[in-house]
Each structure stands twice: as structure tokens, then as C-alpha cells.
């Protein structure tokens, strides 16, 4: 190999530093403490108290922390001494929603607390929703359908009048304009709460930031005090940083990758695209198959991923590929080891990629292959700036007067708008816009306040996280390969385009009157594939237009 080491930095392990929560704790959830030989952190009993005093919280200790518990703790502590109460945990992924409810669910049971834990998002049976809203007592979703709960906050109003926390894990992901939308998403939820006298705090659970406070506080519209001190333990590692100047990163990372499983570690790599995530995968099967290696991304079907992280957890894969989608803290078991492959874009990523390895207490070396882009090169160049780097601060705001219309128009249709209550949720500017929407006919005055008056429902209207539900099936024979949303459609289905998946080659080919494709197996072996015929449709139109 020609891979270059640049520079190794070792990071000593440190021992646990564990604390009682000074607030009182219900007895059922002492003796589920004692049960279960959990002693609390620091960080997890600092949260446990700002929480029971009443404060919001944002928890930015490193990956494997215990964060979850951080969380968790207060919430079933106010929901066994209230059987009225409820908790709303927000998730960013599916996958990562299901991880969490088996959690859920176990703590629930051993607790008896009776919260009936469940998820309702976009995959929830029609006939199971009504009994989830008026039952259960802790809802998992995402922030996607919480844009569509909303309008319906008549048949949520119990729910939403008794909610204690909301829970948003993952919090960092939500910047930027997706940020910024959340946040005033989060902005609707209150007011409609606030409407029938729910107050709910809101704990949040995040990476380190450079802002985590300020942070906090624009995303909720609420202050919040900062948890960092972090009291678990954490094993030695090793972090090297690479470069290879006759090869790609994604080479140079799965030569390294194939070393380092060869040596008996369970090695997880991370790469910046799908495409990466499969062909580095493919690169490691065709030249080492005794080598048992998965790749993992966002599209694939629910019980393939379930599939992956069992066998990741339970050691029955020797490594993985894959894109962010692991980078959230799905629990996966013991990984030795971490390459990165390129720079993922910002050091927040890189914390909670590298704090993959070493898990469970065991030793970890965390490798950074630079790529060949300037921003790589100067980390190659300049190793120190990259162990130095501290997190970025998230940035997001609710000023942006686009966004602002389209919540305006949703709140006013989820709920009369009424500037002398309603400003102190979307800013001095609110009132402007709504004027404006009364000059446009999107909203009328009433005795009650300003009411939407458009054509159709906003909320579908204004997809204010983009095509929301709008997804490609990829089908082979009778089953589903993967989803894709239209952005990946158009970038990775185009005709004549190969998609790798788990391994196998596919051709896309729509020249046929049947809108089937020709699947090239990894062995050349043809397979019949094809889109649904309404998505395929779609598709075709798209392409004529030549939509990117």
C-alpha cells in the first residue's frame, strides 16, 4: 500500500465518574436502577435535576454516553407520578425510531409504568392511529409528521393538553434551512399545546456544538441550560490521520478496511455517498470474499437494515460500509475500529463518526482518509488544524420571510391567528406577513382571528421539507430492492444508469414498452426490474423534461 501516514494522536482512556441525582427519583424507578445495576453518570444526573426543577435541556456529551438515559430518566419519573401525563420523542431516522422504541418498550415493562409506547409516523396502519393518539402516553415520530399532525390537533387535543417533554434526539441535524423550518414547526407545536394549556420542556439530545445554548433556544423558541460534562468512561484510541497520493480515498479506505478486519477487528467505514457506501463494499467482496462485509445506507427496505444491525451488533459481520446513516446513535454493538473516508463535511460528523469505535470499553483507532479536494488537502497538510478543529456552532433562524409565510398559513389554518397572542411564538414580522396574506386572499379576518382562506390544505401546499412522502420503489421480480426520493431517482436511476445494491449490479433500461429494466447480476446473470408503473411514469416525464 501507498497510504501515508501523516500524523497519530492518542487519546488515554478515562474511568467512569458516577453521581446521584440530588431531585427526588420515584421509587419504581430507583428499584429499575438497582435492577438493572445502572449507576448515573454525572451528566445523566445533572439532567436529571435541571429537568425535575423544571428547565429545558440540551446533552452534548460524545457518542456512547449514556445519552439516551439522560433523557429518558425524567420522563418516565414524571409520566409514573402523573398517569395523565404524556411525551412526545421526536427522531430524525426511522431506523433509529425503532432502535429506541425496543428501549422504550423494555424500560416500560420492567417499570409497569403503563405508557403503551408506540411509533406513529408515515408507515402507521390508518386503523391503528386513533388508538395510538388516544392510549398511548409516550409517541414516537418524526418531524415530518409532525407537519401533518398538526392540522388535526382536534383529534390530538388530550394528547397535546397533557404533554410533559418533548424529546428531540439528534438535535444537531436540524440546521440550516431544515433547521430553520423545524424550528418554526416546533413554534406551531407550542402555540397549539400553549392553546389548550399544555406547557410542555423539551430535552434535547445533540453532539457537542460550538453553540449549544443559543442553539437550543432558537430551535425550541425556549432557553435551555447545556449538559457537556461527561461522566462515562471512554477507552483508549488511536487516531491517525492518511493520505494516499495514487489513490482515491475511497480505495485508499477499503484497502485499510480489509487490513484491519484481516487482524480480527470489526471495522465499520464511512463514506460521503450511496454510491460510495456500495462500491466499496463491492470493491471488499470481489477481492477478499471470506471477508463477511455489508454495506448500509438510507433507502433500503426496514427489515433488510433491522437485518445489518443485528449482525453488526451480535458480531456475525466482520465490517460495514456506510453513509451517515449509521453516524446516529443506532445501537450497534462493539466496532473496533473507524475509517473515515473523506472529510464528511464538518466536525461535528467527524465526533460522532469517530466515536463509533470503542463502544463497549475496548481500545479503538479511528482513521481519516484524506481525498484529493482541497478541503482533505489542507487537513492532509495541516494534521494539526484537523485535531485542533473544534465543533461548528448550527446555525439556523426563523426570520427568513419565505418560510415564515408558509407556517404562517399553516398555523392560521391549524389554529385562528391572533397577533397580540401569537407574535411572541413567530417575531415582530408576523404581523406584516399576515397582512399580506389578507391582501393575497390567503387568509381572512374573523372574530377569533386569521383564519386560512386558500385553496387546498397547506400543509400539503407547502412541503416544507421538500417532496415529504414522495418516494421510488425499485423492484426486482415481486420485491422491493430499495426507496428512493425523487433527488436520488433522477441523480442515481436516470436510463442507462448501474445501481449496486447489497453487492449485485442493476442497469436501468426504460426503452422497453413494459417499462422494465434489465438487471446485470454481480455474475452477468440477467434478472427482470422494474419501477411501479405510476412512479415509472413519473420517472419519464422527468427525464423528458430533463429535470436534474
Not at 392511529?129 to 398538526?150: F, G, K, P, Q, V
Not at 457537542?208 to 477507552?235: H, M, Q, Y
Not at 463535511?345 to 481525498?371: C, D, L, N, P
Amino acid at each position: 500500500m501507498d497510504n501515508i501516514l501523516l500524523l497519530e494522536r492518542i487519546e488515554e482512556a478515562k474511568t467512569a465518574v458516577f453521581q446521584k441525582p440530588e431531585e427526588t427519583m420515584p421509587e419504581k424507578l430507583a428499584a429499575y436502577l438497582d435492577a438493572k445495576q445502572i449507576k448515573t453518570y454525572t451528566h445523566q444526573a445533572e439532567a436529571y435535576d435541571q429537568v425535575t426543577r423544571g428547565e429545558n435541556i440540551i446533552v452534548t456529551t460524545p457518542t456512547a454516553s449514556g445519552k439516551t438515559l439522560s433523557c429518558l430518566l425524567p420522563v418516565f419519573a414524571k409520566l409514573l407520578e402523573n398517569p395523565d401525563a404524556t411525551a412526545l420523542l421526536i427522531y430524525p431516522t426511522k431506523a433509529l425510531t425503532r432502535d429506541q422504541l425496543l428501549t422504550i418498550q423494555e424500560m416500560d415493562s420492567l417499570l409497569q409504568a403503563k405508557t403503551r409506547p408506540a411509533i406513529y409516523d408515515g408507515d402507521t396502519k390508518q386503523e391503528a392511529r386513533a388508538r395510538i393518539r388516544t392510549r398511548s402516553r409516550i409517541i414516537l415520530t418524526n418531524m415530518y409528521e409532525l407537519h401533518h399532525i398538526l392540522p388535526w390537533r382536534a383529534k390530538w387535543g388530550d394528547f397535546f393538553a397533557n404533554l410533559s417533554f418533548v424529546v428531540i434526539d439528534e438535535a444537531h441535524k436540524y440546521r440550516g434551512v431544515f433547521g430553520s423550518n423545524t424550528a418554526l414547526l416546533l413554534r406551531r407545536l407550542r402555540r397549539i399545546c400553549n392553546y389548550y394549556d399544555g406547557y410542555p420542556q423539551f430535552i434535547l439530545s445533540s453532539a457537542t456544538l460550538g453553540n449549544a445554548e443559543a442553539f437550543a433556544e432558537i430551535l425550541t423558541g425556549l432557553p435551555a441550560k447545556e449538559i457537556s460534562s461527561d461522566g462515562s468512561p471512554r477507552a483508549k484510541r488511536r487516531f491517525r490521520i492518511y493520505r494516499n497520493p495514487k489513490k482515491s480515498a475511497s480505495a485508499a479506505a477499503a484497502e485499510m478496511m480489509q487490513e484491519s478486519i484481516r487482524e480480527g477487528r470489526q471495522t465499520i467505514c464511512f463514506t460521503k455517498s450511496r454510491t460510495g457506501a456500495e462500491m466499496t463494499a463491492l470493491r471488499l467482496r470481489e477481492e477478499s470474499p471470506a471477508d463477511n462485509v455489508a454495506s448500509y445506507r438510507g433507502g433500503y427496505r426496514p427489515e433488510e437494515r433491522k437485518k445489518i444491525e443485528a449482525n453488526l451488533k451480535l458480531g456475525r459481520v466482520s465490517g460495514v460500509v456506510s453513509t451517515n446513516a449509521l453516524e446516529v446513535g443506532i445501537d450497534i454493538g462493539n466496532l473496533d475500529s473507524v475509517i473515515i473516508s473523506g472529510y464528511p463535511g464538518s466536525m461535528i460528523s467527524v465526533f460522532q463518526q469517530a466515536g463509533r469505535a470503542g463502544r463497549k470499553g475496548q481500545e479503538a483507532t479511528v482513521t481519516f482518509v484524506a481525498g484529493q479536494n482541497p478541503i482533505d488537502q489542507f487537513y492532509a497538510n495541516n494534521p494539526d488544524a484537523f485535531f485542533n478543529a473544534k465543533p461548528e456552532e448550527a446555525i439556523l433562524g426563523i426570520e427568513n420571510p419565505y418560510l415564515l409565510e408558509s407556517h404562517l398559513l399553516c398555523a392560521a389554518a391549524e389554529l385562528p391567528y391572533r397577533g397580540e397572542r401569537d407574535r411572541k411564538y413567530f417575531g415582530e414580522n408576523a404581523d406584516d406577513i399576515i397582512a399580506d396574506l389578507k391582501n393575497r386572499k390567503l387568509v381572512s379576518s374573523t372574530p377569533r382571528g386569521f383564519v386560512y382562506s386558500g385553496v387546498g390544505n397547506p400543509v400539503l401546499e407547502h412541503t416544507i421539507f421538500g417532496n415529504i412522502g414522495k418516494t421510488w420503489a425499485v423492484i426486482c421480480g415481486n420485491t422491493t430492492l430499495e426507496t428512493m426520493d425523487d433527488g436520488q431517482a433522477y441523480r442515481e436511476a436516470y436510463p442507462g444508469a448501474i445501481i449496486f445494491h447489497q453487492g449485485e449490479r442493476y442497469r436501468v433500461d426504460i426503452s422497453r414498452g413494459f417499462h422494465r429494466h434489465r438487471g446485470l447480476g454481480l455474475f452477468g446473470d440477467p434478472q427482470r426490474l422494474r419501477f411501479d408503473q405510476l412512479q415509472i411514469a413519473l420517472f419519464i416525464e422527468a427525464t423528458v423534461l430533463n429535470i436534474p
